[in-house]
DNA sequence: GCCGTTTTCGGCCCGACTGTTTTCAGTCG
């Protein structure tokens, strides 16, 4: 579904020479949720596109709609060329820089005559930029430290390693909170697969001294803003991280309101108007007396409002005000529901810890089971185990299953899909099995159709339980490659094979809107955390994530269930 | 440009911080 990417991005990019150009930031904002609402469709828009309905879209009308039509008929739109000619291609680049935005290009462009980031770098080293009204020497210096931090840095950090550098900041400032609490708050509280930056939030009685700590940490790489309230620091390793202090008796606003996400609190706050109460981070507000009323709880601010609860996942404005309206919100799966990990490698492959020891890791999470699934033989490079090894490694599976008190170890493989949709083992051998987990590894580059089938046909095998790491992604190092998403879902209802999410920080693909629409078709969901020692049965909790943001309750993941009850142990 | 259990026209979230301004515009989230 690249056209729908493509077709995000060239709305986007409309949105960004508009903004350029000085059009009306509702506009701006109309295209930018267009695009948004086009990016997360989990429907081909070349579906919805010859079924005429792209007004359908939420967000697109009838002028978007026609020129998505016109793009997606023709390969090209009129109208953005003619924005094109007008707008120099590098001031899109530039509002790229932080503390950079419309005005200041559009200015700086007429004035100046600066039309890209190189220019703009001379023009602010030589000091030039400071003779532009409104521009001084501080300005001028910080965007030339602003251009510094940009081509170094390295773009959204996938959650894992926002998670990971969030620990690592508590720990420090552990010592200064004693009286006080630090939350996560963004994308990385809502559980996005990467995260722009970290935004913390904090309660605390002397917040000067919290803020000196902050701007202070050892992994501080430079300073961006140090106020009362707020202070804004980037790291060594580029890393953008908000820290605001709040008021306790706004900590319910406060916290709903910087954990985003922002369309949703778009719509909460046209909820809260339409009964006539302001919402801000301070308090909920009556417009006609001034009255304030403040909240100490997150559920307080959507009580206030009429609404249940809306767990942070949720709240990307996909539906889920519609559902708390409704009554049908659902009952989000937690990591304690989860009983067991179905896709782990032993020492026999490329994993690291034996089978005894994975046992004992999965029995100190208070798991009933996992599966061992090593990889098969194509996989040369990984030790992949071929027929005989696996059939040895079945039988002292059972061996030691005998030896195990309240963990059962199932057998299994993770075998390669091969380039045709064969799989590189005999049927007889996976029939041995008790889960067989199946996974492209090779041919990532074959074109849409082809992928496509040869996962099918994987899929078909009636020995496949589980599709692994379904689109191949390794964010912000591989793309996805190229397959019919919505066609594989409908074949594992068809096959009732079960689909991954994959809790690698670096994968975690199935994504989110492909989670949900397989729910909606009625596909289950595993949860497998890939590891290849014991601690990585840690990472169940980011594939549990992935999972509360695809809508996924307890009885849609197969190893929420208990080992006797797994669907395809026969 | 989109959208409608007060609207097909007139709205469209709200406040902190910064740098440059003597009272505010621009940017960000």
Request: aromatic fraction near 6%; charged fraction near 25%.
């Amino acid at each position: 579904m690249k056209k729908n990417q493509d077709t995000a991005d060239l709305l986007y990019h409309i949105a960004e020479l508009l903004e350029l150009k000085g059009e009306s930031t509702f506009k701006v904002r109309a295209y930018n949720k267009a695009a948004r609402a086009v990016e997360t469709l989990d429907t081909d828009i070349q579906e919805i596109y010859a079924a005429q309905d792209l007004e359908s879209i939420p967000g697109v009308g009838l002028a978007i709609a026609q020129k998505i039509g016109e793009y997606l008929k023709t390969g090209n739109l009129e109208y953005y060329d003619e924005l094109c000619k007008n707008i120099p291609a590098g001031l899109s680049e530039m509002l790229k820089i932080p503390g950079l935005g419309p005005k200041t290009v559009q200015l700086m462009y007429s004035r100046a005559g600066i039309t890209d980031i190189d220019a703009l770098e001379q023009a602010a080293r030589s000091r030039r930029l400071r003779r532009l009204p409104g521009f001084g020497e501080t300005k001028e210096k910080n965007i030339i430290k602003a251009i510094e931090r940009y081509r170094q840095r390295s773009g959204r950090i996938t959650f894992g390693k926002a998670h990971y550098l969030m620990d690592e900041i508590f720990q420090y400032l552990d010592r200064y909170v004693k009286t006080g609490t630090i939350v996560p708050a963004g994308s990385l509280r809502r559980g996005r697969d990467t995260v722009g930056d970290i935004d913390l939030l904090a309660v605390h009685d002397s917040p000067g001294q919290l803020i000196s700590a902050f701007v202070g940490m050892p992994i501080v790489g430079q300073v961006l803003g140090k106020g009362k309230t707020k202070a804004t620091i980037v790291t060594r390793d580029a890393v953008q991280v908000d820290m605001r202090i709040l008021e306790a008796r706004s900590y319910g606003t406060s916290l709903q309101y910087f954990t985003g996400s922002k369309d949703h609190n778009v719509k909460l706050r046209r909820i809260a108007l339409k009964q006539g109460l302001s919402l801000s981070e301070y308090a909920l507000e009556d417009v006609e007396s001034g009255q304030k009323i403040y909240c100490e709880t997150e559920e307080e601010v959507y009580q206030h409002l009429g609404l249940p609860y809306i767990p942070p996942e949720l709240r990307e404005d996909t539906g889920e005000i519609e559902a708390a309206l409704n009554g049908t919100l659902p009952h989000l799966i937690t990591l304690q529901d989860i009983r067991g990990d179905l896709h782990v490698h032993s020492d026999w492959s490329d994993g690291s810890d034996s089978l005894e020891t994975l046992a004992t890791a999965a029995g100190q999470r208070g798991y009933g089971y996992i599966a061992i699934t090593d990889h098969s033989r194509s996989l040369g490079i990984a030790g992949g185990l071929g027929v005989n090894r696996l059939q040895e490694q079945i039988h002292e599976i059972q061996r030691l299953n005998e030896q195990l008190d309240n963990v059962t170890l199932l057998s299994g493989t993770e075998v390669d899909i091969k380039a045709d949709g064969t799989i590189d083992l005999p049927d007889t051998v996976l029939a041995r099995c008790d889960v067989v987990v199946a996974a492209v590894h090779s041919a990532h580059q074959q074109d849409e159709r082809t992928m496509t089938k040869r996962i099918i046909r994987a899929m078909e095998n009636p020995n496949i339980d589980i599709l692994a790491h379904p689109t191949g992604r390794l964010i912000g190092e591989r793309d996805p490659y190229q397959v019919n998403m919505t066609a594989v879902l409908e074949a594992a209802e068809r096959t009732g094979t079960a689909m991954e999410i994959n809790a690698q920080p670096s994968r975690l693909d199935l994504i989110d809107v492909y989670v949900q629409k397989a729910k909606e078709l009625g596909v289950r969901i595993a949860i497998g955390t890939d590891a290849h020692a014991s601690n990585g049965l840690d990472l169940m909790q980011f594939g549990v994530m992935v999972a509360r943001r695809g809508w996924l309750e307890k009885g849609d993941v197969v190893n929420a269930q208990e080992a006797d009850t797994l669907p395809f142990r026969s």
